[in-house]
Every structure is written in C-alpha cells, then in structure tokens.
C-alpha cells in the first residue's frame, strides 16, 4: 500500500547563524532546529537552498534525489526581507505537490539603546498587508509602537509585547500569537518569532510573521477576544478618547494602542515618543500628575498642551490611571475629554477602534 506524500510547508528564522523553524505546517515550534524536522537528502538539499537564498536575496529551486531511486519531490525557498532590504526568514515548501509560495511574511527592526526616547521601529513593506493596515498610515518617516500594536487586539499582548521590547538584551529569543482585528473588521492570528542581536549599528530585536489559516488556528477568534469586545462596548458609551501610555521615559512618554480614533491634529512623531510632546511650560505639572498617580493608584486629571503636527500646540484636559500597578508603574490608560479640545473639525466624541 502506498502512502500519499504530502508538501511539507517550513517558516524559517535566519535572524541568526543557525537558521531554525518556527511555524511546521501550520503548527508553531520553538526555534527547532532544521535537523530535527528534515532527515538525510531532504535536509542537505534545503540547508543548501537557505544559505543560497540568503546571499541572493532570491528564491531557490531544486530537487531533491532519493538513495532508492524515487523521486523525492522538489524544494522552493522563498526569501522574507526584513526594513532594510536583508533577509529576515525563508518560506520552504517541499515535496510533490503544490510548491507555490503560502502568505506574506511580515518583519520589523526595533532600533533599542537610544539616548533618552523609547525604542524606534521600522517595518517591512508586506507589515502591512499581513496586519491589516490601510495607506493612510503607511506615509511615516518613523514608527513606534502604536504603529506595531493598532490591529492587536488583545491588551496582555500589547503589554507583553511592549515589556519584552523594553528589555531584550543580546541573545533574546521569543515566539508566540497574536489576535489581530483588520480594517475590514477582520480576526486574524499571527505567529511571530524575534531575536535580539548585536549590529554594527547597535541592539536590534528583530521579528518575522506570518498569518496561520482558519484550519491552523483551530479556534474560535471570537470567543478568545471577548475580553476586548466588552471594552470596547464600554469605551463607546464613554464618548472619549482612549489610550494605553507608557512612561518609562517620562518627558518623552509614548502612545502603546489607541482604543478609540485618534485625536485629530495629534502630531505621529508625538504619539511615537521620537518628538517631545508636552509644552515645556506644562511638563512639570505632567511629572507631577505622574508621580501623584503612581503614588496613590487613583485616577488624575490635568490639562497640559500637546505637539500639533504641522506646528503649535493643543491644548487638553485628560483623566488618567495606572493599568494595573501591581505589574508596572509606567503603563497607564487615559481618557481625553473632548469638549476640552478647542480645535476646528474636531468630533464631539472618539469612535472605538
């Protein structure tokens, strides 16, 4: 009796010297090495194709022989680039089947170490299109982390995300899922994999993703973000402007995820913390709120006035309070009060996202 020979479908990291697989056909491995997934003819012959692919940029194509005469299918590796044009990841699909190449893969750089901001980002072209993200936020000179959570849904993985981003070091290694929800409204997960390696240039984390099916994810998306769906039930009825903050930095704070639309007017490079947010006169009063807020636990609220882009600044009141203290006192929500926003074309109330 014969057995069926199936396409076996490989996502490959080559983020360091010893490339390793993390997703196997749809199912997520832990940085596995390829020996311990491919065997004999087959291993040599994409071990091969990888190092090739690395060096070319290019997708590689061979056969690979069998000792017994068989044919034992044929091998694709495809490159996946990371910001800087290098190669992040290979896609290998091998055997005798449909060899095409699967989804997009998407990769980002964050740039870590910086002299008094937070980490910066950079993406890849194909970021967007596997995330979700349409053109009107594909113009920026820099990203941050809003740019790399909007479509994430859940909120323990922006924090955890945002925490293992803070501290990786040289060596780190991570993997996992996210829930994603798309422009069209959409729930997608992805699985991601990221190292942290040394550059001539400095510490980068470096990360490479790719969408799992339907039929990988085997789970009912709608259920897994319930959490979220009641939030932003509640948001909607609050009529506000909603963000998670980070503090770490605190004259240079950074926007984590917008829970409902953006303020209008509000510069990117201020939400990013690259560009200096608060008016000087008003970063005091801010420090003060902060230090005030992590003391007591309690909600704060203040007005202070905040970069417009294009220039001048915009005036805001804003009720804020820790997330949860007992996990960081550099992680907050706030909620813009709208009617305090003196500005033309503003709307009486933030739509939840």
């Known amino acids: 009796m014969t057995t069926e020979k199936k396409t076996i479908r490989l996502l490959v990291e080559t983020l360091d010297s010893d490339p390793t697989v993390v997703v ?67 896609q290998v699909a091998l055997g005798p089947g449909d060899t095409s190449t699967p989804a997009s893969v998407a990769a980002w750089e964050w740039e870590l170490g910086l002299d008094g901001v937070p980490p910066r980002l950079r993406l890849s072209g194909e970021f967007f299109d596997v995330f979700g993200i349409g053109p009107d936020y594909q113009d920026r000179s820099v990203y941050g982390p809003a740019d790399f959570f909007a479509r994430i849904v859940r909120l323990n993985d922006v924090f955890s995300g945002w925490e293992t981003i803070k501290r990786a070091r040289a060596g780190h290694r991570s993997s996992g899922d996210f829930v994603i929800r798309r422009e069209s409204g959409d729930l997608a997960v992805i699985r991601y994999a990221q190292r942290c390696v040394e550059t001539p240039a400095g510490l980068r984390l470096r990360g490479i993703c790719r969408e799992l099916s339907a039929t990988e994810v085997g789970t009912d998306l709608d259920v897994a973000v319930l959490d979220s769906m009641a939030m932003r039930h509640m948001l909607g009825t609050q009529q506000m402007f909603a963000y998670i903050l980070d503090t770490t930095i605190p004259h ?82 706030l909620m813009i009060h709208p009617e305090s926003l003196a500005e033309k074309g503003v709307p009486s109330s933030a739509v939840p996202v």
């Open 24 to 90: 196997e056909n749809g199912t997520p491995r832990e940085f596995k090495r390829l020996p311990n997934v491919l065997r004999g003819a087959q291993k040599a012959v994409v071990e091969q194709l990888i190092a090739e692919a690395i060096v070319s940029g290019t997708a590689r194509r061979a056969r690979v022989e069998s000792g017994r005469d068989t044919d034992g299918g044929s091998v694709v590796v495809s490159p996946a680039f990371g910001p800087d044009k290098t190669v992040f990841g290979v």
């Open 252 to 333: 240079a704070p950074c926007v984590l995820k917008w829970l409902t639309s953006w303020v209008p007017n509000i510069g990117h490079g201020v939400s990013t913390g690259q560009t200096p947010a608060v008016h000087p006169d008003d970063l005091p009063t801010v420090m003060q709120l902060i230090e005030e807020g992590r003391r007591t636990a309690e909600p704060v609220t203040g007005t202070a006035r905040v970069r417009r882009a294009g220039g001048g600044w915009i005036s805001m009141r804003a009720t804020g309070q820790l997330l949860s203290p007992s996990l960081s006192e550099n992680t907050w929500i």
